[in-house]
T-cell receptor, first 117, second 111 residues
Framework: GAVVSQHPSWVICKSGTSVKIECRSLDFQATTMFWYRQFPKQSLMLMATSNEGSKATYEQGVEKDKFLINHASLTLSTLTVTSAHPEDSSFYIC?????????????FGDGTRLSIL | DAKTTQPNSMESNEEEPVHLPCNHSTISGTDYIHWYRQLPSQGPEYVIHGLTSNVNNRMASLAIAEDRKSSTLILHRATLRDAAVYYCILRDRGSGSRLTFGEGTQLTVNP
C-alpha cells in the first residue's frame, strides 16, 4: 500500500539550532502534504498545508517564519524548525494522499520526535 | 470543519467485537467519514472511510446511519494490537481538503 516516509524519527539538539524534517511519499505523487504537531496526551494539531510548487498555507497561530515548509517536488516536503527552543519540543507528523481529494485516505509518516535541550 | 463527537474511552475483551460510535450531526453532503487510529509513539494509520453506504475492508467495517448523522466503526475480533486511539473525522471531498483531529476514543483491549 501507499507509504509515507518521515526522517529523522528522533532528534535531540541544543536550543538555537535549526532542524529539518523530511517527508516523502514513496509510491505515489502528492500535490498536497500536511504537517501536524502533537504534544503529549493531546491530539494532532494541523500546522500547515504544503502545496507542491507554491507557498504553504499555515494555520492560525503558527509562525510561518519559524516553521519553514518547502514542497519542491511531488514526493518530498520538508519542515524546518528554525532557531528551535525547548517549547518547540514535540512530535511532528506529516501526511499525504494520492490526488488530495476527500475521498482518498491520508497516509501518515511515523513522526519525528524533536527534543530541544 | 464539521465536528464529530466520540466517547473518550472504551474497553473490550480480546477476540470480541468492538463497536466504536461517532456522532456527526452537522455533516454536509460533501463530507466523507474517515477513521484513523494511532498507536503510542506512531503516526496515525488509515482504517476506513465512506460516504453513504456501509464499507468493509480487511481491517474493519464502517456502518453509516441512513441520515449520515452518526457512524460506527466495527472491529470484528479485537486483538491486543488494536489498542489505540481511534479518530472519526469528516473530510470534504474537495481537492486538498484537510483532516482535523478531535480527541478520539482510547480503546483498551483486555486479554
Amino acid at each position: 500500500g501507499a507509504v509515507v516516509s518521515q526522517h529523522p524519527s528522533w532528534v535531540i539538539c541544543k536550543s538555537g539550532t535549526s532542524v529539518k524534517i523530511e517527508c516523502r511519499s514513496l509510491d505515489f505523487q502528492a500535490t498536497t502534504m500536511f504537517w501536524y504537531r502533537q504534544f503529549p496526551k493531546q491530539s494532532l494539531m494541523l500546522m500547515a498545508t504544503s502545496n507542491e510548487g507554491s507557498k504553504a498555507t499555515y494555520e492560525q497561530g503558527v509562525e510561518k517564519d519559524k516553521f519553514l515548509i518547502n514542497h519542491a517536488s511531488l514526493t518530498l516536503s520538508t519542515l524546518t524548525v528554525t532557531s528551535a527552543h525547548p517549547e518547540d519540543s514535540s512530535f511532528y507528523i506529516c501526511s499525504a494522499s494520492f490526488g488530495g481529494a476527500g475521498n482518498q485516505p491520508q497516509h501518515f509518516g511515523d513522526g519525528t520526535r524533536l527534543s530541544i535541550l | 470543519d464539521a465536528k464529530t463527537t466520540q466517547p473518550n474511552s472504551m474497553e473490550s475483551n480480546e477476540e470480541e467485537p468492538v463497536h466504536l460510535p461517532c456522532n456527526h450531526s452537522t455533516i454536509s453532503g460533501t463530507d466523507y467519514i474517515h477513521w484513523y487510529r494511532q498507536l503510542p509513539s506512531q503516526g496515525p494509520e488509515y482504517v476506513i472511510h465512506g460516504l453513504t453506504s456501509n464499507v468493509n475492508n480487511r481491517m474493519a467495517s464502517l456502518a453509516i446511519a441512513e441520515d449520515r448523522k452518526s457512524s460506527t466503526l466495527i472491529l470484528h475480533r479485537a486483538t491486543l494490537r488494536d489498542a489505540a486511539v481511534y479518530y472519526c473525522i469528516l473530510r470534504d471531498r474537495g481537492s486538498g481538503s484537510r483532516l482535523t483531529f478531535g480527541e478520539g476514543t482510547q480503546l483498551t483491549v483486555n486479554p
